[in-house]
């Protein structure tokens, strides 16, 4: 069961209206790793979790409070547009420069949403479920995780430097430093499984199943070597079960491709001449 408590997690209050900057905050609510992207993939990942119990737990906790991030986000968009459009803002609109600036609100959000948040990326892209990785394997969904969190941390500093709204700013400041604990905790639950299953995943598979000869060779294949600098190309490899090798020019190992004409009901290129003209 959820319970809404209504006071938001933490104050979301701009100072002015800013209908321009509302569009532009769209991405950190519906955008791919916006915050109702998250909030569906940490409780999904929960509700499915047949791990152990502490993991389940953990999962919901961040779940629901990236619910109170989305209801925050939606709020400060919601006030930022506030009075967009009114008369005196037509009016203002006269003057070019203020039209340009002007020009830059997203219709939609006085169209569909009624000067509220709409659950859209920056540039009206609707969210969708696409974006949520629920595998029931946890090492692979802390790492989606983790990305998920260290590019939303990265789009709300840069919203951040996109405005100097004081308001707006105090509560991208209090949503990047829990991106900040987040981003820590899914390395600390990333390291826990790490301990226990090893790096790659999944743990489960066969060995043996596995083209083994290949699975430490870093392949060139672009023009240039800079790549043989890495850590990748050479010395102990990552998991610890083999030897990395840089395969400066790597060889097909295939054959080459050839494909039987499709049927005639498919009605496709037909093979060889060209049929006589009728």
Not at 4 to 28: C, F, G, M, S, T
Not at 159 to 175: A, C, I, K, N
Not at 248 to 269: C, D, F, K, R, S
Request: hydrophobic content about 40%.
């Amino acid at each position: 069961m959820f319970y809404h408590i209504k006071e938001l997690q933490y104050n979301a209050k701009p100072e002015r209206p800013d209908p321009v900057y509302a569009k532009k905050l769209q991405e950190i609510l519906g955008g791919q790793y916006g915050e109702m992207s998250v909030m569906v993939q940490y409780l999904f990942q929960g509700w499915n979790c047949r791990a152990e119990k502490k993991y389940r737990d953990m999962l919901l906790d961040i779940g629901t409070e990236e619910i109170a991030h989305v209801e925050m986000l939606a709020t400060m968009i919601a006030q930022l547009l506030d009075g967009a459009p009114v008369k005196e803002q037509e009016a203002a609109a006269k003057d070019p420069i203020i039209h340009a600036a002007m020009g830059g609100m997203n219709p939609q959000h006085v169209i569909v949403g009624g000067l509220g948040a709409k659950p859209d990326d920056s540039t009206g892209y609707p969210w969708n479920s696409r974006y949520t990785i629920a595998s029931g394997n946890l090492l692979a969904d802390f790492r989606a995780n983790l990305n998920a969190e260290s590019q939303g941390r990265l789009q709300a500093v840069r919203l951040y430097e996109m405005t100097d709204d004081p308001g707006v700013r105090d509560m991208l400041s209090f949503m990047i430093a829990r991106d900040t604990m987040h981003q820590n905790q899914w390395l600390a639950a990333i390291a826990e499984i790490e301990q226990k299953e090893g790096l790659v995943v999944p743990a489960t598979f066969n060995r043996e199943n596995e083209k083994q000869e290949v699975s430490y060779s870093f392949m060139n294949y672009s023009k240039g070597t800079e790549s043989a600098a890495g850590r990748w190309a050479s010395g102990a490899s990552m998991d610890g079960k083999g030897q990395f090798e840089y395969i400066e020019n790597p060889e097909a190992m295939g054959q080459i491709p050839n494909l039987a004409p499709a049927p005639v009901y498919v009605h496709g290129t037909l093979p060889g001449s060209p049929p006589p003209m009728q």
